[in-house]
């Protein structure tokens, strides 16, 4: 058995702040501890208490740092990792030009574990312990991920992403290729140490009928897996889907006809959607998450985090990366709050906090084992400077509170307030 403390100011959550008042969501302790045992968080509390009942544990002291759950990156694409930022287009013009050309790169098992390596790299240099990711059609492609998150110990979920249609020839599978090794990876990596697999159609645009029913029946064989996807990102895109699919009711349904809609499906961007899709997500419990660089970047929408919660949908919030612009769950809050606020809406610092850890846990289904600080949870933990830059310094110092003190970091941080990470009690 081996014990570390943390001290330092600590934020966590025991209920959800869209919901439960923020006073009563949130726990704050401005002189806080966390005591870390075997890579689990075993108790929290204020730093005396903890110091006196444990006085033989090694401490860290982490000052006036923030001591938080690490975050939790709900949607994004690792094989876009090294084209992250490329100019600006629409969507489907966005992925020809660039993503598909380095899609294909990752049938080269050598190119894919040097991407995932850096991928896993990037994100724990800006405090994220969780990646939620796609893979690329190639098998090679899910190997490195996994393999690269299981050498650094991270919790991730990733899936092969199956498309049979307007893609690339390279880029393409069958309905029955996407199913057969979508199966054998399933096999190979859900419940592997950290790992959770999710069945990955990209979006049904780039499947056709067979292919998704295909996906849907393996879903119905594996329940506890996940199924990550993309809805109404687009208005183009939609108008898209509806040719494509004549008679389906909206695109939400070209989901549900063939299985692929239920408590365990996430659901990337879902930015326009119809009544009947929110009413048919909140019914299933499903989950949505939020890409707000993303959609802002490639010009998508603006997304209705009130309205979304109102309804009672599960919401995650995610990078997006490479068409969010840039690796930050910060930069990523930040832009949530300036959507936010276009559709006339205050999100916060607690909200936004909740969204980028306790949120986007429960979204995947891992709520109190990541992005969390309460005991029991894994110990991914990530330590805010706030004070990392002397625009954040001089503007945190003249805080009342510490959701004060913190909003300047949301709002203006990057890499350097990510004082320490942790992954499963060990620094990263």
Known sequence: MTDTLLLGQTIRFVA?????????AAVIDQRGSVLIRDGLIADVGNADDLRAAHPNAPTIDHGDALITAGFVDAHMHYPQTAMIASWGKRLIDWLNTYTFPEEMRFEDPAYSSEIAGRTLDLAVAHGTTTL???CTIHTESVDAFFGAAAKRNMAVVAGKTCMDRNAPEGLRDTAQSAYDSSKTMLEKWHGAGRATYAITPRFSPTSTPDQ?????????????????THLSEQTDEIEWVKGLFPNARDYLDTYEAFGLLGERGLYGHAIHLEPRELEKLAEVNAAVVHCPTSNTFIGSGLFDMAGIKARGIRTGLATDTGGGSSFSMLRTMAAAYEIAQLRGTALHPAQLMWLATEGSAQALHLGGQIGSLNVGATADITVLNLASTPAIAQRSTRAGTLWEALFPTIMMGDDRAVAQVYIAGNAA
């Open 212 to 228: 998704l029913a295909a996906l849907g029946a393996l879903w119905a064989e594996h329940p506890t897996a996940l199924m990550q």
């Open 132 to 134: 939620t990711s796609f």
């Open 16 to 24: 959800d702040p869209f919901i439960t008042p923020i006073e009563d």
